[in-house]
């Protein structure tokens, strides 16, 4: 595996696979990478010849009041993860090397990033979408590879690409969970044994969610309740938000005629924790 630390590297190895018609897959992460991280890059090298991972703590997807000094950061076991799983390229800038002095653009995915997540961190996605603009330009992978927990980021991804025609296909792989049903997350590491225990609580109201629209529900107002009334019932969890919304434009629904994605953040303590549940009523 090879390790690139600069934009020019990374492109000019990008330049060389497309000479070679090679089908190139990127994963961008930010690192510490778990069982849902290796599942992705498996499904990479699976379906492309060259698989390019980037680990790159992005601080402009933080806020000044979040958790991007304390994020965890794991290069070590990153490496042989990466190694292990037969990536070929690691791409780990310094955030110099990304944003170098006199940097000023941005990358803004309007309508879809203003809710949910975007309410509770304003400047996120525009860090998202900046970054990820970024690594497909330097990379120009014919695929793309993203988790399902961040369902809003995903959706707002498949718009970028689309709009700015950034000619990457986007494959959104399923959330690994933890046998309690815990979506996988490098934030899980900063729960106390407490919090860690109540923090399946936010998967299993979605499902609750999903029970009752399976049940026959159509009210989103009734379902929310439902999700609601089941995290009331741990007193370590607090609710951010939860909605019941399109898959596909992430405006809350007031029915439910065929689909659904339920969306859920809870905070325990200070870390913050989300996940979703995207419901087909077909599925019945
Ligand atoms: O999902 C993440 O880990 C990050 O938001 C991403 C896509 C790597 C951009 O920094």
């Not at 794991?74 to 990304?98: W, Y």
């Amino acid at each position: 595996m090879r390790v690139i630390r600069s934009v020019q590297a990374l492109s000019a190895w990008s330049r060389a696979l497309h000479r070679e018609g090679v089908l190139i897959g990127l994963m961008p992460t930010m690192g510490a990478l778990h069982a849902g991280h290796r599942a992705l890059i498996r499904a990479a090298r699976l379906s492309c010849d060259a698989v390019a991972v980037s680990l790159f703590v992005n601080p402009r997807q933080f806020g000044p009041a979040e958790d991007l000094s304390r994020y965890p950061r794991q290069l070590r076991s990153d490496s042989a993860l990466c190694r292990g799983e037969g990536v070929d390229v690691l791409f780990t800038p310094s955030a110099a090397e990304m944003y170098p002095p006199g940097f000023q653009t941005s990358v803004v995915v309007r309508g879809l990033s203003r809710r949910w997540e975007g309410e509770h961190r304003p400047a996120h996605f525009e860090g998202v979408t900046t970054v990820v603009t970024k690594l497909l330009s330097l990379v120009r992978p014919h695929v793309v590879f993203f988790g399902q927990k961040d369902f809003q980021q995903s959706v707002l991804v498949r718009r970028l690409v689309e709009d700015l025609n950034l000619g990457a296909r986007v494959v959104v792989c399923p959330t690994v969970r933890e046998h309690d049903g815990l979506a996988l997350s490098s934030r899980n590491q900063h729960l106390t044994p407490a919090q860690r225990r109540a923090a399946p609580i936010l998967y299993a109201a979605l499902r609750a969610g999903r029970t009752a629209i399976l049940g026959g529900v159509r009210s989103a107002a009734r379902i929310r309740e439902t999700i609601h009334h089941t995290i009331a019932a741990e007193p370590l969890a607090r609710v951010e938000y939860l909605a019941v919304c399109d898959p596909e434009t992430l405006e809350p629904l007031r029915r439910i005629s065929d689909a659904a994605v339920l969306l859920g953040a809870v905070r325990l303590g200070r870390v913050r924790l989300i996940d979703n549940l995207l419901v087909r009523i077909a599925e019945r």
